[in-house]
């Protein structure tokens, strides 16, 4: 019998990719807001994440042995529900005994003393990084058994993620366009991460996991290659630029070290040029 994985923010980027590649599992999603594409033998429960009796129905409903909980994660949205959503997982699944796999992020560092590895001291520099960080610490507090995996920006290859389609639109105008020099970052592609997550969810092993690419990039790196691989030419406009122009208050590195990832997991890190092979062989 297939172990049953409930994976919560099932509509978003990560989650939808999650639950196509979850052929070992007999898998479940979550939504909210965000309408869900079909996907072949798999489940969808509408489900607020912040309200206890909810989470209560669905993990009656659901029983699952695995949560992959990838919801609440969007930096323009709720920040108050990234807390409250962790705390009422990570407390029910303690109760459950339910294997619960938490995400989280580079963010909670402040990128002044990377690499990072997992037992670097979380000091965030804004609030989606503090929300962040609160929400690792009530999962850890609420439930000791849970993984939390902290990882990068994530891209995809064989379609063109939010932030790339921005970029692809920006060289379709004249109107500047600013690609960070000085902020680095170890970008993953979504395909590799989600198999990471699919086997760490077989596994028994819990507290903190930086599963990231394992190159370092610039955020001018990452969007020139990006643009190259979906044959989109760079136009004038699109310019390397610097935190410090910008006015912007950013976390300058944020390599992330998976070390211990690599150890621990059979499904190797990709760098970019690596996926990019894979993808276009």
């Known amino acids: 019998m297939k172990p049953r994985l409930l994976v919560t923010g099932g509509a978003g980027f990560l989650g939808k990719h999650l ?51 990838t919801a609440c994660s969007d930096q ?34 402040d990128g002044t003393a990377a690499p990072y590895a997992e037992a670097s001291a979380p000091c965030p ?40 389609i921005r970029l692809i639109e920006a060289t379709a105008s004249i109107a500047p366009c600013a690609l960070f020099i000085d902020e680095w970052r170890s970008p993953i592609w979504v395909e590799n991460f989600a198999d990471c997550l699919l086997e760490l969810a077989t596994k028994d092993l819990s507290g903190l996991l930086h599963i990231a690419g394992p190159q370092a990039l610039n955020r001018w790196e990452l969007g020139m290659e990006l643009l190259e691989h979906f044959g989109t030419p760079a136009t004038p406009n699109i310019q390397p630029g610097t935190i410090q122009e910008s006015g912007l208050i950013r976390p300058p590195n944020l390599t992330l070290d998976s070390s211990c990832a690599q150890h621990l997991l059979h499904t190797p890190l990709l760098s970019l040029r690596t996926a990019r092979e894979q993808v276009t062989r």
């Open 19 to 69: 639950l196509q590649r979850a052929l070992e599992f007999t898998a479940t999603g979550t939504l909210h807001r965000t309408a869900a594409m079909a996907i072949p033998s798999v489940m969808f429960h509408v489900c607020d994440l912040q309200q206890p009796q909810d989470v209560r129905i669905l993990l009656d409903r659901v029983k699952p042995d695995i949560i992959i909980h």
């Open 125 to 164: 520099i804004h609030p989606y990084g503090e929300a962040k960080t609160q929400a690792e610490a009530l999962v850890r507090s609420l439930n000791p058994d849970a993984a939390i995996v902290r990882t990068s920006l994530l891209y995809d290859l064989h379609s063109p993620d939010r932030q790339t």
């Open 76 to 109: 323009s949205g709720d920040l108050a529900a990234i807390t409250s959503a962790a705390g009422l997982l990570a407390q029910q699944s303690a109760e459950r005994h339910i294997h619960l796999i938490h995400l989280s992020t580079d963010q909670v560092f």
